[in-house]
């Protein structure tokens, strides 16, 4: 950058008239105002930009964010899915296993419960698990 005290500094000549040294000095001085004016807008112009952008990109991280939940659930809701035909699979094998022993027979009810309740299709109340919340609702509670 120029340094503005040189481009205003005037010139002390015996042969130029002083009015043509105020000319050129208030000539100087207007180029200095018009480009630091212009500076100004330019930078004003950017960061408008830059917020539109920022804007634009709020909207886009948000958006990504509710996807990446949004699939983070449904691979939930899917590894559930696979958990509860898994536990089907063994009540099955468990009521087909002559040999298979008397307390996982016993256990075959509860197994079904527990696919049921994480199937997302069927979606059972286990009130054991359902109706108690994970935090205490009686904490600073009179």
Do not use: C
């Amino acid at each position: 950058m120029v340094n503005p005290y040189e481009i205003a500094k005037v010139e002390d000549t015996s042969t130029t008239r002083i009015e043509d040294k105020l000319l050129k000095l208030a000539q100087k001085i207007e180029a200095i105002a018009l480009s630091a004016k212009l500076d100004a807008e330019l930078r004003n112009e950017r960061e408008v930009a830059r917020r539109q952008l920022s804007l634009v990109w709020k909207q886009e991280k948000s958006e990504k964010d509710r996807l990446l939940k949004e699939i983070e659930s449904l691979e939930q809701l899917a590894k559930n899915a696979e958990r509860a035909e898994s536990l089907r699979a063994f009540a099955g094998r468990i009521s087909q296993e002559p040999n298979a022993p008397a307390m996982l027979k016993d256990d075959i009810t509860v197994l079904l419960n527990v696919a049921d309740w994480l199937d997302t299709l069927i979606n059972k109340h286990w009130p054991e698990i359902d109706d108690v919340p994970d935090h205490d609702p009686y904490v600073g509670w009179y």
